[in-house]
């Protein structure tokens, strides 16, 4: 079976293009989570204090 080159650029470029995507994925995945601890030990900080009768 013979294929023809530009099916094989199709599918390097298609390759490449999936491994960005999915880099680009975790990369997100990451920065979500880190920034979310952040706010959470934020949040925990700047907790109720037990003097105050409003919070």
């Known amino acids: ?3 023809s080159p ?3 650029v199709i599918g390097v ?3 490449i293009f ?3 995507l999915a880099g680009l ?3 997100a995945l990451v920065l979500v989570i880190v920034f979310l601890r952040l706010r959470i030990a934020e ?3 700047a907790g109720p204090s037990k ?3 409003l919070r």
């Open 1 to 3: 079976m013979n294929v």
């Open 6 to 8: 530009a099916f094989g």
């Open 13 to 15: 470029l298609y390759a």
């Open 18 to 20: 999936t491994i960005v």
């Open 25 to 27: 994925a975790v990369y």
């Open 43 to 45: 949040l925990k900080q």
């Open 51 to 53: 003097g105050d009768p």
